[in-house]
């Protein structure tokens, strides 16, 4: 059903008019022109989409954009819009990236990991990271830089 | 990074100079250009015609340096800025590297290969040193001092004698254009590197950690339309009839036909989706084809003639000496997809007759090429623009998309986006292809003494083997690279990272270790004794002392296994630990130690994560990766089809370098992944005494060889 939909976008109030089953990721690539947030796979099968809604990581590609209604929604650039968060600081300083591509999502996840959990374990971080699919094997230089990052953050708030 | 100098189109050589304004340019040729398309050297873009890549320090005092490169990951940007950097001794930071854009670009061949670093980094190198070398004559005449008394420092030049007597390349560069092609100027020696064996900062990482980077599907234009293209269930179907009246009643819905191509476009590019979700197609079914379970007897029966790829001595007396000795076995890998997690993305803008495709392509030139074709457009009508690339790994040496994109944004008269979704992408991979191997080799006295082999399907690389055989023949049939037979491969094949020889290693050190075990010895001896190339035999005592292997026969119950190979001139050798669960079949990675010969390593972090990468994406196609196939239908549709190797796989990594600062540079992209098949076969065998001669090891197949004993 087409309708008005207002959530908060990276802290942001934004209203749109839209069909509220189209799902949020194509809404915010396309009708938002925010490109950050890739598509992979479109079934929730790799987490390249990955964005938080009210504290929790979401799969952008099957979330209606009717479900965001009234909430916060968190997406890579926001995470970035006051300077790099540790955790981007910890991607850039590992190089745990190659092609880029997972990137969004899998920085997107990591963060929403240490909302909820300041100082992962190894264990907590590989079982919270696993549905993100990278594709060039960044995968052991990803889970040190979430370490680090929630050493950085001493635990402390985000 | 500050705006490349050129806008667009093809520049003839005034042009050339006066959109790119002062500085200092060295033009120079990369090497493969020249060889693989002597026709398209008259048509190259973007200046004067006898060059195929430059570098210009301009009088800002930037440097920049182009290629026709893309960045796919592996970090072509950074690797060529710390070459820049050391040779012409100013910082990384002051050098933009320009990539992938054919308006602004040189055509050097495409990203694939390993080729990058073997041939464009040398010449970049001598460019460095030329404009070097030209900049301290300027600066002696300018300062009065012999050219024997300058030093250099991040892009100052001056005399150690005279205080205050400097000048910086940007003063030298002022008001001038200096033109020079690459003489041979010597490099620097490995000596004196400050910036070449260092692991500075990606450059493209800030834009890859904040959203900000822009691949092909992140195009947005006003006016922008997605298009969704009509599929064939089955490779080989034709269409019959499409009903496009429901589609064409979406609103804003735009349905295109062009000579056989259905199109859906949309201002939004899901709704374009389910707008062709409502066309109603009938498609006739291709004739039968082979399955995944039938393909290796078809592709051996389809096969052209096999050609003879290397004999010597007499297979009978080979035969003779090996006497109760032979080894005869049949190995085989299924197809495997690249499946990057960027899909085939493309954004074609049409405008005064003129095409800008923003495709993701390791091979824009090539790109060009099709889209120039596929138009009828001139070259100077039509630019690629791939800078950013979400993953190729071979897959995207061909970009059906941008075409696709292309022809529909002319047609629109709007610009049009393509994104492929992971139903596409598997459908139109052109997987690594399905191989049959098989080797009869025969052992004596610790010796090997026969090896005669058939390889189909998997291509030529690397199938002679390196090690010390008197009377052996190798033939190769079919491949990778085409001339395969209609039909032999019921959809495309294509290069997948390593072509041929993640195949044919697989086979030979497999069979390597079985013969090892014929002979009753412990693998790293029995290889050792027949291996005299001595860059093999590095890396394999390289990696068997980091490992800490321990001599024993195989199987011993420990669960370790070694293989070792040759990648484009490049030499890895990797051992391994596994543990095998006997009720489920599942195949546990504890430990994986790789030692690499490629030469001089010019950035170790770009090396390490090369490596570490193949390292997972091995362990995807040596124990899970498989398409999955019928009658031409590709039933691998997305990536719960399609198991990837995950985080809770990654086993202990431990890699080293045999780091050669005086040798030539080698690509390091392809070869770390050569022996992971092998290598987790062999410790499989170790753990439990069953071989698995087909790749991938599922738990299936795993649980199969272990019944069988």
């Known amino acids: 059903m087409e309708r008005t939909i207002s959530f908060r976008l990276n802290g942001k109030l934004t209203s749109l008019k839209v069909d509220d089953q189209r799902m949020l990721l194509w809404v915010l690539r396309s009708d938002l022109g925010m490109t950050g947030t890739k598509f992979g796979c479109g079934e929730a099968l790799c987490g390249a989409c990955t964005v938080i809604v009210n504290n929790q990581a979401v799969r952008s590609c099957v979330t209606p954009a009717g479900a965001v209604e009234g909430k916060q929604v968190l997406t890579i650039e926001g995470i970035g819009q006051n300077g790099l968060h540790a955790v981007q600081q910890a991607f850039l300083s590992h190089h745990a990236f190659q092609c880029g591509y997972c990137t969004p999502g899998m920085i997107v996840s990591a963060y929403a990991l240490l909302l909820k959990t300041p100082r992962p374990t190894r264990e907590q971080i590989v079982k919270h990271m696993e549905d993100n699919l990278c594709r060039c094997g960044a995968h052991g230089r990803i889970i040190e830089a979430i370490q680090e990052a929630a050493v950085a953050k001493k635990g402390g708030a985000l | 990074m500050s705006k490349p100098p050129i806008d667009t189109g093809e520049l003839r050589r005034r042009d050339f100079f006066g959109i790119a304004g002062a500085g200092l340019f060295v033009f120079f040729r990369s090497g493969p250009a020249e060889a693989q398309e002597p026709a398209r050297l008259p048509t190259r873009q973007s200046g004067p015609a006898d060059f195929n890549a430059y570098l210009r320090i301009g009088a ?519 543990a095998v669960n006997r009720g489920t079949g599942a195949v546990e990675v504890k430990r994986i130690v790789m030692a690499l010969d490629v030469g001089l390593v010019v950035n170790p972090d770009g090396m390490r994560q090369q490596a570490e990468g193949c390292v997972m994406m091995g362990m995807g196609a040596a124990l899970t990766e498989e398409v999955k196939f019928r009658n031409g239908e590709v039933l691998t549709r997305n990536f719960d089809g399609y198991p990837l190797a995950r985080f809770s796989w990654l086993p202990k990594v431990e890699i080293v370098f045999v780091d050669d600062p005086e040798a030539a540079a080698l690509g390091g992209g392809e070869p770390p992944i050569i022996t992971l098949g092998a290598v987790l076969a062999n410790a499989i065998y170790d753990a439990v005494g069953a071989r698995l001669l087909q790749l991938p090891m599922t738990p299936e197949r795993v649980g199969a060889a272990l019944a069988k004993g």
């Open chain 2, 60 to 578: 800002d005092g930037r440097v920049t340096c182009m290629s026709g490169k893309v960045e796919l990951g592996q970090g072509v940007m950074t690797e060529l800025a710390q070459v820049l950097a050391e040779e012409l001794d100013v910082s990384f930071d002051s050098i933009d590297v320009v990539v992938g854009d054919t308006g602004l670009c040189p055509n050097d061949g495409g990203t694939y290969g390993s080729m990058t670093t073997p041939l464009l980094v040398p010449n970049v190198r001598r460019a460095g040193a030329e404009a070097r070398a030209v900049l301290l004559e300027l600066a002696a005449g300018k300062l009065g001092v012999p050219v024997e008394r300058l030093r250099v420092g991040n892009g100052v030049i001056g005399d150690p004698g005279k205080p205050g007597a400097t000048v910086t390349y940007a003063q030298l560069v002022e008001g001038k254009r200096i033109e020079r092609h690459l003489a041979n100027i010597p490099v620097k020696a490995a000596a004196g590197f400050q910036v070449i064996g260092k692991s500075p900062h990606r450059k493209d990482g800030l834009e890859k950690v904040t959203g900000q980077a822009k691949y092909c599907g992140d195009m947005i234009f006003p006016g922008l339309l997605h298009a969704a293209i009509l599929r064939p269930p089955a490779h080989g179907a034709k269409l019959k009839s499409a009903d496009t009246s429901a589609a064409e009643k979406v609103a804003g819905a735009l349905v295109i036909r062009d000579s056989g191509m259905v199109a859906v476009l949309h201002e939004r590019p899901d709704v374009a989706r389910s707008a062709l979700a409502l066309v109603r197609a009938e498609f006739e079914n291709p004739p039968a084809g082979p399955d995944d379970v039938t393909i290796f007897e078809h592709i051996r029966k389809t096969a052209p003639a096999p050609r003879a790829m290397g004999a010597a001595g007499d297979l009978a007396e080979g035969e003779r000496l090996a006497a109760g000795g032979i080894v005869e076995t049949m190995y085989t890998n299924s197809y495997v997809a690249h499946a990057a997690m960027e899909t085939h993305s493309a954004t074609a803008r049409f405008e005064d007759g003129k095409i800008t495709v923003w495709a993701s392509t390791q091979a824009p030139f090539q790109a060009r090429s099709a889209v120039m074709s596929a138009l009828g457009l001139p070259a100077d009508k039509v630019r690629i623009v791939s800078r950013y690339v979400g993953g190729g790994f071979g897959g995207k040496t061909e970009a059906d998309q941008g075409v696709e994109a292309a022809r529909l944004a002319r047609i629109a008269g709007k610009p049009v986006q393509v994104v492929w979704n992971r139903q596409e992408e598997f459908f139109y991979d052109r997987f690594r292809p399905a191989a049959s191997m098989t080797i009869r080799a025969g052992v004596a006295n610790g010796k090997i003494v026969l090896w005669d082999s058939q390889i189909v399907g998997a291509g030529d690389r690397e199938v002679v083997p390196f090690y010390d055989i008197p009377h052996r023949r190798v033939t190769s049939a079919g491949g990778w690279m085409g001339g395969n037979p209609p039909g032999m491969n019921p959809f495309e094949v294509g290069a997948w990272r390593a072509p041929t020889v993640n195949s044919v290693t697989f086979a030979r050190e497999s069979h390597i270790d079985a013969l090892a075990a014929k002979a009753g010895m412990d693998p790293l001896e029995f290889r050792l004794n027949n291996l005299t190339h001595a860059r093999v035999r590095r890396v394999l005592e390289m990696a068997a002392k980091r490992f800490g292997w321990k001599a024993a026969r195989a199987p011993s119950g420990r669960g370790v296994g070694m293989a070792c190979g040759i990648y484009s001139n490049a030499c890895s050798a990797s051992c391994a630990e596994v």
